[in-house]
């Protein structure tokens, strides 16, 4: 793991005196409809990071696809790290911290960061800066009671328009909005992703951005942490009874499922709170060392099929871990 600068450490002062409440790699660019990324090793398992354009070629259901967007593992990176600091993820500030530290680690001289938190609106933690700088305390805010998931993803994208190269936004949250579970109680019923216009409406606009999204998603119905003890599910299970408390949980957590599929993201389910700051640490290493290739595709039906993608590198004996071998065409 590369150390960093000593100029580069941050010290993080959390206040925590109020108390409140697998799916592959993937990356976009605004350019293309659908990106993959890769990571080439030779026979003896070492990366390759020399490759070029003409040294790939993309299939899609096994007809030739025109490779509009390339950007080598050498791209620097734009990333910025958001943190759901509502009540319900007060007791994963700690291992906040650690996921930052772990990535820092692992930036290289010429990427960015910035980082920020979210409740009901966006905080900006640390303006866009890179590897070097003067030592800086963070504080995170207060836990807060409302969660803003969707319009806090909205503003914190925002943050990208003047920055270059590959870009990318890792957000650790539970996914739980604010407006989505009040809908949920004035009309007594969850929406189905399709029908919810609120939903889908953020995700139109979050996928023109093209930033992509890599969820570590915490306390969703398949990691689940103390659910008994969380607001919304004790509301959603008072006002429509258990079985739609579980329902609830499932429709969080196949937004957040939508949102990274749609920005051509990726999304994690840590089991435990010291999986956090491993999965950053992966997804680190990951960037570090990844090609982004995208293309148009010549089908531009939009018909609900799973599309089967076929990426293939021409250099003798080099093998390719795929982020991802098919996508929904909606």
């Known amino acids: 793991?590369?150390?960093?600068?000593?100029?580069?450490?941050?010290?993080?002062?959390?206040?925590?005196?109020?108390?409140?409440?697998?799916?592959?790699?993937?990356?976009?660019?605004?350019?293309?409809?659908?990106?993959?990324?890769?990571?080439?090793?030779?026979?003896?398992?070492?990366?390759?990071?020399?490759?070029?354009?003409?040294?790939?070629?993309?299939?899609?259901?096994?007809?030739?696809?025109?490779?509009?967007?390339?950007?080598t593992a050498e791209t620097p990176r734009s990333i910025l790290l958001l943190f759901d600091v509502s009540g319900s993820t007060d007791a994963e500030r700690p291992f906040m911290v650690e996921a930052v530290n772990v990535f820092l680690a692992n930036m290289r001289p010429h990427d960015?960061?910035?980082?920020?938190?979210?409740?009901?609106?966006?905080?900006?933690?640390?303006?866009?800066?890179?590897?070097?700088?003067?030592?800086?305390?963070?504080?995170m805010p207060a836990p807060?009671?409302?969660?803003?998931?969707?319009?806090?993803?909205?503003?914190?994208?925002a943050r990208f328009k003047n920055e270059n190269g590959r870009k990318g936004m890792i957000v650790m949250t539970d996914?739980?909005?604010?407006?989505?579970?009040?809908?949920?109680?004035?009309?007594?019923?969850?929406?189905?992703?399709?029908?919810?216009s609120y939903f889908r409406k953020v995700m139109q606009n979050l996928q023109?951005?093209?930033?992509p999204l890599y969820f570590i998603a915490m306390n969703t119905d398949r990691n689940p942490a103390s659910l008994q003890a969380d607001y919304e599910v004790i509301g959603v299970q008072a006002a429509l009874g258990k079985q739609a408390a579980q329902e609830y949980l499932i429709a969080v957590r196949k937004r957040m499922e939508r949102l990274?599929?749609?920005?051509?993201g990726r999304i994690l389910y840590p089991k435990t709170l010291e999986e956090v700051a491993p999965l950053y640490d992966l997804i680190a290493r990951e960037l570090g060392v990844s090609y982004s290739i995208g293309y148009s595709p010549g089908n531009h039906q939009k018909d609900g099929s799973t599309r089967r993608i076929d990426l293939r590198v021409k250099r003798e004996g080099a093998k390719i871990t795929q982020s991802r071998d098919s996508y929904v065409a909606r």
Do not use: C
């Not at 660019?29 to 890769?38: G, L, S, W």
């Not at 409740?119 to 030592?135: C, F, I, P, Q, T």
């Not at 969660?147 to 914190?156: D, G, I, R």
């Not at 996914?175 to 029908?195: E, F, L, P, Q, V």
């Open 1 to 71: 793991m590369p150390r960093l600068s000593a100029g580069f450490f941050f010290l993080f002062l959390l206040a925590l005196q109020v108390s409140g409440q697998d799916q592959p790699f993937r990356i976009s660019v605004d350019v293309p409809d659908v990106t993959v990324d890769a990571i080439v090793r030779d026979q003896s398992g070492r990366v390759l990071t020399d490759l070029e354009k003409a040294d790939f070629e993309i299939y899609e259901d096994g007809q030739p696809q025109n490779i509009v967007y390339f950007a």
């Open 208 to 211: 023109k951005q093209g930033v």
């Open 175 to 196: 996914g739980r909005d604010t407006t989505m579970y009040n809908d949920i109680i004035h009309n007594r019923a969850i929406r189905d992703i399709d029908k919810d």
């Open 144 to 157: 807060q009671f409302s969660s803003n998931v969707y319009t806090s993803l909205e503003s914190a994208v």
């Open 112 to 139: 960015r960061i910035s980082l920020a938190s979210f409740a009901g609106e966006v905080h900006v933690l640390m303006n866009w800066r890179d590897r070097e700088g003067k030592s800086q305390a963070i504080q």
């Open 260 to 264: 990274a599929e749609a920005t051509n």
